[in-house]
């Protein structure tokens, strides 16, 4: 079974857009997916020049074009999507919610959680009490989880994750490493998902 390595961001519509599609490409590549979140602007930051820059900024990252992109997206996809107010939300802690609840165990069904309250049902879990309750619903205890959230060996762990994914060759989210290779965007999927498939075990094996 190939293991790929997903580098994802709770605030990022790509990020999410992606892991909607993730659970259908694992079953159909016999691929297990490990889910690695970092903030993507600290990403960013530490792959080199930032893009989002106002003074560097070009088409393909004017907030305008990004939105009706992810809505095309989600449309072609057929999954709801509701733009957030991205000005709103701090990724960074998103982030370390997200590695404190791997640390604790139900990593994938609380960032799925996470994805569903920020992209589709508009919530900003900027707080630990906001949180906690999605903690709660991925079965967490909350104060437990709360803790974890702003444990000194959390933020390590993030640091850890970003220096990861700059080892491996991201530089953005959603990055799918595989074998070396870097897929980067959610619209890489088809790539990643041909290659996965041309490297699919036998069923016999």
Same mark, same amino acid.
């Given at each position: 079974?190939?293991?790929?390595?997903?580098?994802?961001?709770?605030?990022?519509?790509?990020?999410?857009?992606?892991?909607?599609?993730?659970?259908?490409?694992?079953?159909?590549?016999?691929?297990?997916?490990?889910?690695?979140?970092?903030?993507?602007?600290?990403?960013?930051?530490?792959?080199?020049?930032? !893009?989002?820059?106002?003074?560097?900024?070009?088409?393909?990252?004017?907030?305008?074009?990004?939105?009706?992109?992810?809505?095309r997206w989600a449309a072609f996809y057929d999954v !709801?999507?509701?733009?957030?107010?991205?000005?709103?939300?701090?990724?960074?802690?998103?982030?370390?919610?997200?590695?404190?609840?791997?640390?604790?165990?139900?990593?994938?069904?609380? *960032?799925?959680?996470?994805?569903?309250?920020?992209?589709?049902?508009?919530?900003?879990?900027?707080?630990?009490?906001?949180? *906690?309750?999605?903690?709660?619903?991925?079965?967490?205890?909350?104060?437990?989880?709360?803790? *974890?959230?702003?444990?000194?060996?959390?933020?390590?762990?993030?640091?850890?994750?970003?220096?990861?994914?700059?080892?491996?060759?991201?530089?953005?989210?959603?990055?799918?490493?595989?074998?070396?290779?870097?897929?980067?965007?959610?619209?890489?999927?088809?790539?990643?998902?041909?290659?996965?498939?041309?490297?699919? !075990?036998?069923?016999?094996?």
């Open positions: 079974m190939k293991v790929v390595q997903f580098f994802f961001s709770s605030c990022s519509r790509y990020s999410y857009l992606a892991a909607t599609q993730v659970p259908a490409l694992s079953l159909e590549a016999d691929a297990n997916f490990e889910w690695v979140a970092v903030n993507s602007r600290d990403l960013i930051q530490r792959a080199g020049v930032d !893009p989002f820059r106002a003074d560097l900024r070009r088409g393909q990252y004017d907030h305008a074009y990004r939105t009706r992109d992810a809505n !709801p999507y509701n733009e957030p107010d991205i000005w709103n939300i701090d990724g960074k802690l998103m982030a370390l919610a997200c590695i404190a609840a791997r640390r604790l165990g139900p990593g994938q069904i609380f *960032a799925r959680r996470l994805f569903k309250a920020w992209f589709v049902e508009g919530l900003a879990p900027n707080t630990d009490e906001a949180l *906690a309750k999605l903690g709660r619903e991925a079965s967490m205890d909350e104060q437990t989880f709360v803790a *974890a959230i702003h444990a000194p060996e959390t933020a390590a762990q993030h640091d850890a994750n970003i220096t990861r994914a700059l080892a491996a060759g991201a530089f953005g989210v959603p990055s799918f490493v595989v074998d070396g290779e870097v897929f980067w965007g959610q619209d890489r999927l088809p790539l990643l998902r041909a290659y996965l498939m041309a490297h699919k !075990p036998p069923e016999d094996a």
